[in-house]
């Protein structure tokens, strides 16, 4: 994983962006995916320490950021790649199981701006999830209860694709750091003042 370059980040983490006493880098082990992930994050993502790309880039042993700056944006082959996004409920794509899982990451209306704006992604197979049997704690307020973080919904992906041992690690990757989030902004434990 390339360390990030953007504001300032001094006593920042280059790898996870989270202040240095807050580091999850030694935290987190790549977990061993069968199923190579490509996550095309929206570019005003990079920097936010609330982006749960960056989470799944360190968890997983075959993920792999590609930051989405517009309309003429080079993606790799997406040959034998599935698109993880919502459809009108959940759907499970006919045949063999994908190479690679692509996900759209950024908030709710960028991920729909990236997938509007790529042609290449409307003709892959949609994986949609149905919505989660527990919410999971927010940093980010979402547009219904069905909605979930990207790396919340890698992990729902893979368990499906690569079983419940991945989707665990990514669970624990997860509450980690939405439990470091929250600790920066001095709202962890829960109740505390900010």
Do not use: Y
């Not at 929206?42 to 517009?70: D, F, P, Y």
């Not at 219904?144 to 690690?169: C, F, H, K």
């Not at 750091?177 to 505390?192: K, Y």
């Amino acid at each position: 994983m390339r360390g990030f370059s953007g504001p300032d980040l001094a006593g920042r983490c280059p790898r996870c962006v989270m202040r240095s006493e807050l580091c999850l880098c030694g935290d987190l082990s790549p977990v061993a995916d069968h199923t190579e992930v490509l996550i095309l994050r929206h570019e005003k993502e990079g920097w936010r320490t609330t982006n749960t790309a960056r989470v799944a880039e360190l968890a997983l042993s075959r993920c792999q950021v590609v930051e989405w700056g517009g309309r003429e944006m080079q993606l790799p082959d997406l040959a034998g790649s599935w698109l993880l996004f919502p459809g009108t409920g959940p759907s499970i794509p006919a045949g063999p199981r994908p190479e690679r899982l692509v996900v759209l990451d950024g908030s709710w209306r960028q991920a729909r701006r990236i997938f509007l704006r790529c042609p290449a992604l409307h003709a892959l197979p949609r994986l949609s999830l149905p919505a989660p049997a527990v919410a999971a704690p927010r940093l980010r307020a979402a547009p219904d209860p069905a909605a979930m973080s990207t790396l919340e919904a890698i992990a729902r992906a893979l368990e499906i694709l690569d079983g419940a041992t991945v989707a665990a690690a990514l669970d624990r990757a997860h509450a980690l750091s939405t439990e470091r989030v929250l600790t920066s902004r001095g709202l962890w434990p829960r109740g505390s003042a900010a």
